[in-house]
């Protein structure tokens, strides 16, 4: 069963459209801004952009300035707030803003975040991406997938620290995980900022995309600072693909594929698992994403590399270098 709300979010306007051409007046994002913990836990917090956090004081979603830009978004705490609580991202795919103006608070109500934050004491910050013109054609939510500024990763670092100063919260455990060209953007965020983070959930992505319109790679793969466990599962080969099988702009399953490779080739931990469905979040990713999140701490190695795959060992594998 897919969850049929959230799939409506993904991928809605044409990445064919997109130009991917860089700003040559931006301020490239190749510098990480996080420092490096000394005694090997997770980087200090970063210094906030724009001085302001957005509302961490209950569920919901509200703006703020981020790079000295107005954002959105919506953050899901538990309605009983406990100590030392788990911090989850969630990246929504491409949206666009003539069905939604709020894509990020409607992935957190597509998936029920509340009941999900409340029963695991977790955090959800679940943000929007910003809103990109293309060709001057039409404008989408899109993530900065080709790092023509900093600005994305900057939003990142401000909800990061804006949680930790507004909440009882444990650094160690704090994961992301994404769908689609969210999952893409996920991957940005695991090599930019990979000590910073639990453990990384990609649900459909991958790195190194191509893509008509764009100069450059989509989600490009660089060594992380530090090596840490990743769970990545796809639908079918030749299926999970978009816009349709007739007309490939971007094949998931196989920039999936690479991202592996490269994961594995930086000795990190990785799980692959493979369903039949097509280009679509369906249940059993979704359960598997929520349980691999709950697992993982900073630093420490993968239960799942000790203890084994349970009930998705028919569906899911520990990589191997080929």
């Not at 979010?9 to 991917?20: N, R």
């Not at 990785?270 to 359960?287: A, I, L």
Request: aromatic share 6%; glycine share 8%; charged share 15%.
């Amino acid at each position: 069963m897919s969850v049929s709300p959230l799939t409506l979010l993904v991928l809605l306007a044409p990445l064919v459209a997109c130009t991917g051409k860089t700003d040559d007046t931006a301020t490239p994002a190749g510098d990480d801004t996080a420092d490096t913990a000394v005694d090997g836990g997770p980087a200090e917090l970063a210094p906030l952009s724009s001085g302001a956090c957005p509302d961490f004081s209950t569920s919901g979603t509200s703006t703020f300035l981020s790079s000295d830009e107005e954002r959105q978004v919506t953050v899901v705490i538990p309605s009983s707030p406990g100590t030392a609580m788990p911090v989850n991202f969630f990246f929504h795919g491409v949206a666009d803003p003539a069905s939604s103006t709020n894509p990020g608070g409607d992935t957190a109500s597509a998936l029920d975040l509340q009941a999900l934050a409340d029963s695991t004491n977790t955090v959800w910050i679940v943000p929007d991406a910003p809103v990109q013109n293309l060709l001057g054609v039409m404008n989408v939510y899109l993530w900065d997938l080709t790092l023509s500024t900093d600005h994305d990763l900057v939003l990142y670092d401000d909800l990061r620290t804006c949680a930790a100063q507004n909440l009882d919260v444990d650094l160690s455990r704090l994961s992301i995980v994404g769908f689609s060209g969210g999952a893409l953007w996920t991957t940005v965020i695991t090599v930019h900022r990979a000590d910073t983070i639990a453990t990384a959930v990609e649900l459909s992505g991958g790195s190194d995309v191509t893509a008509p319109g764009f100069d450059t790679l989509l989600a490009e793969y660089t060594t992380p600072v530090t090596g840490l466990p990743v769970l990545l599962t796809t639908g079918a080969d030749a299926v999970d693909v978009w816009p349709s099988t007739s007309m490939v702009v971007v094949d998931f399953a196989a920039a999936t594929d690479t991202l592996q490779g490269e994961l594995l080739a930086d000795s990190h931990f990785v799980v692959r698992c493979q369903d039949d469905n097509g280009h679509e979040m369906g249940r059993k990713d979704w359960n598997i994403a929520q349980d691999w999140l709950a697992a993982h701490s900073f630093g420490q190695p993968s239960p799942y590399a000790t203890d084994g795959l349970g009930n998705n060992a028919d569906w899911c594998a520990v990589a191997a270098a080929e």
